[in-house]
């Protein structure tokens, strides 16, 4: 879990180290809530345009929030999902040698061909559907306008389902729909959409509930990938629905509280 601060899908892959199924699937389900440093952009970008004198502030409560949504989504999972007794862990350490140029190199290799044998196959097919999206219109017509691409549209539909959370718009709905691929994305295509004036564009209370949907709603493509590699397709988009949810909820709540707030 704390590999997930870095990047979830090599934390994914770690799981494999414990010997519990019932641990290894909880930990799966749970490592997505750290907040990986792929979210980083999405949160400088925002403290720079809203919170500009409390960006530690900002940035460390986002990293405490993820933590204890992840410990209370595990007490859930574990009168749920997984009841009964963990296992206890114990780890045997090997003596440490220097381990041999050529077999570190062959282990690297061997991860790498892993990897892109099986997850960069959905990440580019992902890839290339989300670039389908926003270049054609329902007449298969190229667009010049993003507004009248089919991702657009799809956007339109799914944004009053986020009026509630004051992100109504279809470029933020278009936003949180290419971060699906890599969440870097989200703020080349707010910046795209809204020209650089996200500030005037957006207001506070849209960008705090922005900040925190983005912490918590589901992994980029690739960790999905990794997931439905750990545990099958049922166990993926299982995770893509429910941290949706969850991410829902708290950004509700999020903008309610600053609603009394501000």
């Known amino acids: 879990?704390?590999?997930?601060?870095?990047?979830?899908?090599?934390?994914?892959?770690?799981t494999r180290t414990l010997p519990s199924e019932r641990d290894r699937k909880m930990t799966i389900l749970l490592t997505p809530f750290m907040s990986c440093s792929a979210k980083l952009p999405i949160f400088a970008f925002f403290i720079a345009a809203f919170f500009p004198g409390h960006g530690g502030l900002v940035m460390g409560g986002l990293?405490?929030?993820?933590?204890?949504?992840g410990i209370l989504v595990a007490f859930?999972?574990?009168?749920?999902?997984?009841?009964?007794?963990?296992?206890?862990?114990?780890m045997e350490l090997p003596n440490y040698?220097?381990?041999?140029?050529?077999?570190?190199?062959?282990l690297l290799w061997e991860k790498a061909k892993d990897f892109l044998e099986r997850a960069f196959?959905?990440?580019?097919?992902a890839t290339i559907i989300i670039w389908f999206l926003q270049s054609f219109d329902f007449g298969l017509?190229?667009?010049?306008d993003s507004q009248d691409s089919i991702l657009a549209i799809i956007a339109g539909w799914i944004a009053?389902?986020?009026?509630?959370?004051?992100?109504?718009?279809?470029k933020i709905c278009t936003a949180l729909i290419s971060g699906f691929i890599a969440k870097e994305s989200v703020v080349s295509t707010i910046g795209i959409l809204f020209s650089g004036n996200i500030a005037a564009s957006m207001s506070v209370l849209t960008a705090i509930s922005m900040l925190v949907f983005s912490l918590l709603y589901t992994p980029c493509v690739a960790a999905i990938a990794s997931v439905r590699r750990e545990l099958g397709n049922k166990w993926a988009?299982?995770?893509?629905?429910?941290?949706?949810?969850?991410?829902?909820?708290?950004?509700l709540i999020a903008h309610i509280i600053a609603m009394g707030v501000l």
């Not at 196959?121 to 097919?125: A, D, M, Q």
């Not at 017509?141 to 010049?144: D, K, S």
């Open 1 to 14: 879990m704390l590999i997930g601060f870095g990047c979830t899908v090599p934390a994914v892959m770690a």
């Open 63 to 69: 990293y405490i929030l993820s933590i204890v949504v």
């Open 76 to 90: 859930l999972f574990k009168r749920t999902l997984f009841r009964g007794e963990a296992v206890p862990f114990v």
């Open 97 to 106: 040698r220097l381990p041999a140029a050529g077999n570190v190199l062959r």
């Open 121 to 125: 196959s959905v990440i580019l097919i």
């Open 141 to 144: 017509n190229m667009v010049e």
């Open 160 to 170: 009053p389902i986020f009026a509630p959370l004051g992100m109504g718009d279809w």
């Open 237 to 251: 988009f299982g995770l893509v629905l429910w941290q949706c949810v969850v991410a829902y909820v708290i950004a």
